[in-house]
């Protein structure tokens, strides 16, 4: 039985920082593997910092073939109805930080960044924090539906035995909000648009088929776990929407779905906030990534 990344669970932490990474080489892919593979957290009991390390999957596929999920693949631009277009903008890898501050983590990724010199470079960068304890900018609650931290691992986790077993696909997604547009709507019109009250987000019992919730439904799509964040300034800013599930299905039928390719439908949310990146990542186990250099060189 295989490990899943331990970060990708660690709940509660206050900074964020997401840095996706471009090879400076296209051959040199096992070589940020191995760099990526030999990165280590602080030893610190009170400072740490949680490091959650993918690779674009055609990337991983190539130099470790016996531990990819079958068909899954980079994110492909997604051209909704009205429209609508999901764009993508994969990288060659990921290495999402997390911590109790923001110092701790620029520490670290300046470190990180200083040690790839030559090898990768960071192709986007984004910094995300907490916003009123457990809400996005829009103002609701995100994750009500999330599963809690017993069920999460059964839900992201590859199964034993399979290809990729201990890993998870990560769909990384950078969405920037009209705020102006969204808070010019009444609350009421608000929560039509979510399916779900602001204040205590509870599910609206005849929530319109447009909303988020109707357009995400996970017992129609399946089950995820996002670990979503705010992130940007105080005039630019959005959700960096981080979701986690043992399969890509899922996941990308959420996004057609969002977008209208399901019954025509597409969300509301989608009129108020666009996704500007768009990114899948394999996130191998703890051991695959540890062994990376001694089992596969
Ligand atoms: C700007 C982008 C987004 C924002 C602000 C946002 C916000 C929210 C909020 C507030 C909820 C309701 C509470 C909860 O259960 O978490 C929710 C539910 C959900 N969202 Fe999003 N979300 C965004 C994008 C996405 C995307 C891109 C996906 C899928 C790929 C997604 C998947 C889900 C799922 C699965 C649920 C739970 C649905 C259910 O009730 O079963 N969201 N989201």
Not at 74 to 102: C, K, N
Not at 141 to 170: C, F, K, M, R
Not at 195 to 218: C, F, M, N, W, Y
């Amino acid at each position: 039985m295989k490990t899943g990344q331990s970060g990708i669970f660690s709940l509660g932490t206050s900074s964020h920082v997401y840095l996706e990474w471009d090879l400076s080489d296209a051959q040199r892919d096992r070589d940020l593997a191995a760099a990526i593979a030999s990165l280590r957290e602080p030893r610190t009991t009170i400072g740490g910092v949680n490091l959650v390390s993918g690779f674009r999957p055609e990337l991983w596929s190539k130099v470790a073939p016996d531990d990819m999920p079958s068909g899954l693949h980079g994110f492909r631009d997604l051209t909704g109805i009205e429209g609508f277009v999901m764009p993508a903008t994969q990288h060659d890898a990921i290495i999402w930080l997390s911590g109790s501050a923001y110092d701790v983590l620029f520490d670290v990724a300046h470190q990180i960044i200083s040690d790839f010199h030559g090898l990768a470079t960071v192709a986007e960068e984004t910094v995300s924090w907490p916003y009123r304890h457990d809400r996005d900018l829009t103002g609701f609650i995100d994750g009500t539906e999330n599963p809690s931290l017993i069920d999460a691992p059964e839900i992201v986790l590859v199964p034993d035995g399979q290809p990729g077993e201990g890993g998870t696909v990560l769909l990384l997604q950078k969405w920037i909000h009209d705020t102006a547009q969204w808070e010019s709507l009444s609350v009421h019109a608000q929560e039509q648009a979510m399916g779900r009250t602001k204040q205590d987000s509870i599910e609206l019992t005849d929530k319109p088929p447009d909303s988020h919730v109707a357009r995400t439904d996970q017992d129609q799509f399946g089950h995820v776990f996002r670990r979503n964040m705010p992130f940007g300034t105080t005039t630019r800013h959005g959700t960096m929407f981080v979701g986690f599930c043992a399969e890509q299905r899922p996941l990308a039928a959420m996004l057609e779905s969002m977008a209208g390719l399901t019954n025509g439908v597409r969300d509301a949310l989608t009129r108020y906030t666009h996704p500007l990146t768009g990114a899948y990542y394999f996130v191998p186990s703890t051991e695959r990534l540890r062994g990376f250099g001694a089992v596969d060189p």
